[in-house]
């Protein structure tokens, strides 16, 4: 079968939508650090459209942080590969082509801030999730302990991190007298821009205060909220797509047909016309990255932990389980009080449209997927809505079982006694607890809440909360999810 790329692409099925621009007169002028499925299902995507409606220099390098895997699989492509939307009504094919080249910083760390560093680069993106920020998720501080921080400040020009990337760059673009690029998070973290500029800032003034302050003055770091579920592709997936294009592809990406994307228009030396593809361009983004946050992700992490216990493979078989949706609607009773509506929302219309989503058959998006890096996920997704409804007095039950839950998936083993494979920086610690604590939910709860970096050092002070997070642990161990779901009030 014919692989896919630029020669090939005329001869696919005239029902699979492809770029509607030259490609071969496309310049790079983002860079996007961490170009994993989710920033080729929506960055991407956006900056696609936006190509197509007025057209410029804003083709992007992708830039791999640790394997060589995604450069391997795209370049025989020339950089192309196909989305594949599933919706209830069918698959819907699209070739996108704004992805130019990938770069593998661990081959040529090099080359990577090189391409940085240049002048045509204007925007730098990033998609390296919680953990890659290098940060204590529970103040949004630089780690400067961390393995990698350490690291980079030892080997200034061969950073491994996201963060030790962008100042070495920052710090050439400063000695040549170019202008600072616009460094644009793209990840799941409250305030992310306010974040990333914070991290930024404190590891150049470890090198050097004048790029600290030089990078204050004139950088932007805008905040961004994006949505969409994209989940892992699978072997199935790459020969569905194979059989459908008439082509060979190795690094096709699956999402729902849903996108948003709200951004802080902040930039330094332009941006695409992005708003023409849907993007929401408005001056304060805080609003809609709270609302997704607690009740999209919130509900997502509460819904792959209970759903995996339950036997649930996927987020629309553990949502369609009348059970756990109604698990997820007294979730979002606990959680709508706390989040200031963003302008023209209905909150409880929201709510309404994520079950939806969530049950879209055609998503195959894995419990086990979303029950990743929880240490780095929970302090953002629950913890923070929790600290609210005490400090209000208000009921957090629901909230608390999602803790449990995930308490009770770190430990390692399902319901049946088989292993779970726990993906998370923790992980050791975590294994290290659950040994010592057996299935005594109660030492099992005070040792996994005794992880400031997770919980702070106010929340295992609060007895109502360690004393409902451990009751709901002891019902999971004895009862299990469902029952213990199925037991929780309407």
Request: with cysteine; proline share 6%.
């Amino acid at each position: 079968m014919t692989r896919l790329s630029s020669t090939s692409l005329a001869g696919l099925p005239a029902s699979v939508r492809r770029p509607a621009y030259d490609r071969a007169a496309l310049k790079p002028g983002i860079v996007h650090l961490g170009l994993g499925a989710f920033a080729r299902a929506h960055l991407a995507e956006y900056t696609d459209d936006a190509l197509e409606h007025a057209f410029g220099a804003w083709g992007i390098v992708g830039a791999s942080l640790q394997r060589p895997d995604q450069r391997d699989r795209l370049k025989p492509q020339d950089g192309l590969y196909t989305f594949l939307k599933r919706a209830p009504e069918g698959p819907q094919l699209r070739v996108i082509g704004s992805v130019l080249d990938v770069l593998v910083a661990p081959e040529n760390p090099s080359a990577l801030i090189a391409r940085l560093a240049a002048a045509e680069t204007r925007i730098v993106s990033l998609t390296v999730t919680e953990k890659g920020y290098c940060h204590d998720p529970a103040t949004g501080k630089l780690k400067d302990s961390h393995p990698d921080i350490i690291h980079d400040l030892e080997h200034p020009t061969a950073p491994r991190s996201a963060v030790g990337l962008l100042v070495a760059a920052l710090r050439l673009r400063m000695a040549e007298g170019l202008g600072p690029f616009t460094a644009l998070s793209c990840d799941n973290l409250p305030h992310n821009g306010k974040v990333l500029a914070g991290l930024v800032r404190d590891f150049a003034a470890l090198r050097d205060d004048r790029l600290a302050a030089w990078i204050e003055a004139n950088g932007a770091f805008p905040a961004t909220m994006v949505d969409r579920i994209v989940p892992a592709t699978t072997d199935a997936d790459i020969a569905e797509v194979a059989s459908l294009l008439g082509a060979e592809d190795a690094a096709p990406v699956i999402g729902e047909p849903f996108r948003q994307w709200a951004i802080q228009d902040t930039f330094v030396s332009g941006r695409p016309d992005w708003q023409v593809a849907g993007a929401q361009m408005v001056s304060e983004v805080a609003p809609f990255e709270f609302m997704k946050l607690r009740m999209l992700n919130g509900a997502h992490s509460c819904l792959a932990y209970l759903g995996y216990l339950s036997g649930h493979e996927t987020v629309a078989e553990a949502s369609a389980d009348p059970v756990l949706s109604r698990m997820l609607e007294g979730l979002w009773s606990e959680v709508i009080p706390t989040v200031p509506a963003p302008e023209g929302v209905d909150l409880a219309e929201y709510a309404r449209a994520l079950l939806v989503r969530f049950r879209n058959p055609a998503i195959r998006h894995r419990t086990w997927q979303i029950a990743m890096d929880g240490s780095q996920k929970l302090p953002q997704r629950l913890l923070g809505t929790i600290r609210d409804r005490l400090k209000a007095g208000a009921s957090f039950e629901h909230l608390a079982l999602g803790v449990a839950a995930w308490m009770r998936y770190a430990t390692g083993t399902d319901e049946k006694g088989a292993a779970i494979d726990v993906r998370d920086p923790l992980a050791a610690e975590f294994a290290r607890i659950a040994a010592s604590a057996g299935r005594n939910a109660q030492a099992l709860s005070q040792g996994l809440i005794g992880i400031e970096a997770i919980f702070g050092s106010d929340l295992p002070r609060e007895a109502a909360f360690t004393s409902a997070v451990a009751c709901h642990l002891e019902s999971l161990f004895a009862k299990g999810a469902r029952a213990t779901a199925e037991a929780m009030p309407a």
